[in-house]
């Protein structure tokens, strides 16, 4: 009859994991009070030459475990000299912890499920609040990386701004995350500015062009970028003598859009033929057959736009012609930004301006493809 009884308490306790819990606070506690005893040297009330110190008293630590939270009584010596090898261990482990969340934050996963995950590995359940709390240790290191002093000269600049969704005020914007990369005169590029802005103005960008050249950006001869009159206006205040390439690849689309579809096949192809010319003279000159296409398609108006702003796309032939090829579009930020948007589609809309500048800027200062030589 009585081991019936205790079956029954057994089922019943784990079941609701009581039981397992239970069990593993008494046997922390045993452990956790005869270290004390070896510290001191003496058992409780025990009298003794061999004791190292007098007893204080005790006070509650809790203990995270993979069957439940555990709450336990730590001994205290009056000198304050006892300190548990179980502690030192755990907080080893909840940093383990803090980076692990972290890192599974920045290659993809939800906040929510990060929680799930801890639930399952670690027997605590951790909300996507406290995630975010956590992820929030990074704010210290990115700060200084994105403020950090540009003690090289960076020849040639690189800009581009994706959209994302930012909830502000009980509204849910469009917010701006603009990117610089920096190349030096070997060849390096480097990312060497990340801001979230609220538009494309000139106002939004002489502020971060003004934060560049506080932080030293110097020798700047070059810069591309898609066609945006606020950048071009901050551009020229900050450094009025730089060529300013728009980029090729944006100025293709754009050029697209402006044609019928039945057009766009052989529009693209003569715009391509252009941008593949050697030279700036070659280049200009097979400008024509595509004057003529598009005046045989009753494109007058194409036409004078394309006079008025395919030149901007010719400033790469003032570089090297090794250089060409790279240096013609922003290309490299795009890459970089599907590795962006693949990571932010899941957050789909960010809580506040902070986190988004957090985990944008956390991607940007992970090692990628862009450390590499022109």
Same mark, same amino acid.
């Given at each position: 009859?009585e081991?019936?009884?205790? #079956?029954?308490?057994?089922?019943?306790?784990?079941?609701?994991?009581d039981?397992?819990?239970?069990?593993?606070?008494?046997?922390?506690?045993?452990?956790?009070?005869a270290? !004390?005893?070896?510290? $001191?040297?003496?058992?409780?009330?025990?009298?003794?030459?061999? =004791?190292?110190?007098?007893?204080?008293?005790?006070?509650?630590?809790?203990?995270?475990? +993979?069957v439940?939270?555990?709450?336990?009584? #730590?001994?205290?010596?009056?000198?304050?000299?006892f300190?548990?090898?179980?502690?030192?261990r755990?907080?080893?482990?909840?940093?383990?912890?803090?980076?692990?969340?972290t890192?599974?934050?920045?290659?993809?996963?939800?906040?929510?499920? #990060?929680g799930?995950?801890?639930e399952?590995?670690?027997? !605590?359940?951790?909300?996507?609040?406290?995630v975010?709390?956590?992820?929030k240790?990074?704010?210290?290191?990115?700060?200084?990386?994105?403020?950090?002093?540009?003690v090289?000269?960076?020849?040639?600049?690189?800009?581009d701004a =994706?959209?994302?969704?930012?909830?502000?005020?009980?509204?849910?914007?469009?917010k701006?995350?603009?990117?610089?990369?920096?190349?030096?005169?070997e060849?390096?590029?480097?990312?060497?500015?990340?801001?979230?802005?609220?538009?494309?103005?000139?106002?939004?960008?002489?502020?971060?062009?003004?934060?560049?050249?506080?932080?030293?950006? %110097?020798?700047? $001869?070059?810069?591309?970028?898609?066609?945006?009159?606020?950048?071009?206006?901050?551009? %020229?205040k900050?450094?009025?003598?730089?060529?300013?390439?728009?980029?090729?690849?944006?100025?293709?689309?754009?050029?697209?859009?402006?044609?019928?579809?039945?057009?766009?096949?052989e529009?693209v192809?003569?715009?391509?033929?252009?941008?593949?010319?050697?030279?700036?003279?070659e280049?200009?000159?097979?400008?024509?057959?595509? +004057?003529?296409?598009?005046?045989?398609?009753?494109?007058?108006?194409?036409?004078?736009? /394309?006079?008025d702003?395919?030149?901007?796309?010719?400033?790469?032939?003032?570089?090297?012609?090794?250089?060409?090829?790279?240096?013609?579009?922003?290309n490299?930020?795009?890459? !970089?930004?599907?590795?962006?948007?693949? =990571?932010s589609? #899941?957050?789909r809309? !960010?809580?506040?301006?902070?986190?988004? /500048?957090?985990?944008?800027?956390?991607?940007?200062? $992970?090692?990628?493809?862009?450390?590499?030589q022109?």
């Open positions: 009859m081991h019936t009884k205790k #079956v029954e308490m057994f089922q019943a306790s784990s079941s609701n994991n039981f397992l819990r239970n069990g593993m606070q008494h046997l922390v506690q045993d452990a956790l009070n270290a !004390f005893d070896r510290f $001191i040297g003496v058992d409780k009330y025990e009298r003794s030459d061999e =004791r190292h110190g007098s007893r204080n008293g005790s006070y509650e630590r809790g203990l995270n475990t +993979r439940g939270s555990l709450t336990l009584k #730590v001994c205290r010596d009056r000198e304050g000299k300190h548990p090898a179980l502690f030192e755990y907080q080893r482990s909840e940093k383990a912890l803090v980076l692990s969340i890192e599974m934050y920045l290659h993809g996963v939800s906040t929510r499920k #990060v799930d995950i801890a399952t590995l670690c027997g !605590f359940t951790l909300s996507k609040d406290q975010s709390d956590m992820t240790q990074l704010d210290v290191v990115l700060e200084k990386w994105r403020t950090r002093d540009l090289v000269d960076y020849q040639y600049l690189e800009f =994706r959209y994302e969704k930012v909830r502000e005020d009980g509204r849910v914007i469009s701006a995350f603009v990117t610089a990369i920096g190349i030096t005169v060849g390096m590029r480097e990312i060497i500015g990340c801001y979230v802005i609220n538009s494309e103005s000139f106002e939004e960008w002489d502020a971060c062009f003004a934060s560049l050249k506080k932080r030293g950006l %110097k020798g700047v $001869i070059y810069v591309v970028s898609d066609e945006n009159a606020g950048l071009r206006a901050a551009l %020229k900050h450094f009025q003598s730089v060529l300013l390439q728009r980029c090729q690849v944006h100025f293709m689309r754009n050029f697209t859009a402006k044609l019928a579809k039945s057009e766009q096949a529009g192809k003569l715009l391509q033929n252009i941008f593949a010319a050697s030279s700036k003279k280049a200009l000159v097979r400008i024509q057959p595509l +004057r003529t296409f598009l005046c045989d398609h009753k494109k007058e108006n194409v036409v004078q736009w /394309l006079e702003s395919i030149e901007d796309t010719l400033m790469v032939y003032e570089l090297p012609e090794t250089h060409h090829k790279k240096m013609k579009s922003t490299m930020i795009e890459r !970089f930004n599907q590795e962006l948007k693949r =990571r589609r #899941v957050v809309i !960010f809580p506040n301006e902070a986190s988004c /500048l957090r985990l944008l800027s956390a991607l940007s200062h $992970i090692p990628h493809p862009l450390r590499a022109l």
